[in-house]
């Protein structure tokens, strides 16, 4: 057990939680998030007496005390999985994900997942944050995404990388295939409640995410100051089909909140190809391509999504970092098929 001395700076925030994630010491690594649940487990102090609220105020100078335990040993075992690496240093790695592997072991999904194979790969040299001796998973992306992501291999770079994810700096955009064609002339989109007019022609979706109230498994759109404040920009890049019933489109996130893309997507009346979760009531138009795009088109079977670009400052170095990805073979067989659509 670790005990951690910090003294509250001038003009601190008026949280308990946002006042030690400003003024922690950054070789501490220790997030937001972290610190939160250190609070609700009893490790903060102020003069010996405990601080468990995490908005309990604070003032300029006060003298509070972490108790940080230990990093427990992590209870998954590693497996030689082969992965896709973009780029390694010391403190950090780009990782291209293939489409049908989970990120992280969750009951049913035990093994064969992303940290796994991270596991076998760092060969013991693993991230402590958090509390746990883990890969440093920072982001994830959905089982059956497939693209970009970077893991901390040390505290400081977990800190760094989690902070600009945080504070919604890192740089990420994705590509798409989606039902219809996001339009801003389209009456009907722009009349959807949270769509507005972006830039470059393309459109903004703000809304509110959080779970589904009937159905726990999915994300849901909300309005009115509910759920976790979520962004994403759209524009379009390809078009298919005649009339126009397909399109390839960037989109590029301001947040990064669970199966974001894919419920604005679906709100704005253009849910991904494959997304049986969210788009399940979507139909393709055989009438409007060629039979060999709508084949492929018809038994895709995955969400059309792949992580393309990932931007960041490299959290040690400071220098920029920004890497892409190609599309995968399955992505790029759907694209060929759909332009052989007259």
Known sequence: MDRLRVVIAADPPQRLDKALARDVPEAAALSRTRLGRLIAEGAVTRDGALLTDPKAKVAEGDVLEIAVPEAEDYDVVAQDIPLEIVFEDADLLVVNKPAGMVVHPAPGTPDGTLVNALLHHFGGELSGVGGEKRPGIVHRIDKDTSGLLVVAKSDRAHHGLARQFEKHTARRAYLAVVHGVPDVADPRLMGTRGV????????????????????????????????????????????????????LVECRLETGRTHQIRVHMAHAGHALVGDSTYGGRRKLKGSALSPEAFAVASAFDRQALHAAELGFVHPVTEEEMLFEAPLPADMRDLLAALRTTA
């Open 196 to 247: 507005s007019a972006g830039a470059g022609g393309g459109i903004t979706i703000t809304s509110g995410l959080a779970r589904h109230k009937t159905d726990r498994q999915r994300q849901a759109v909300f309005f009115v100051g509910q759920g976790r404040h979520a962004i994403t920009h759209a524009r379009v890049l390809e078009t298919f089909g005649a009339p126009e019933c397909l399109a």
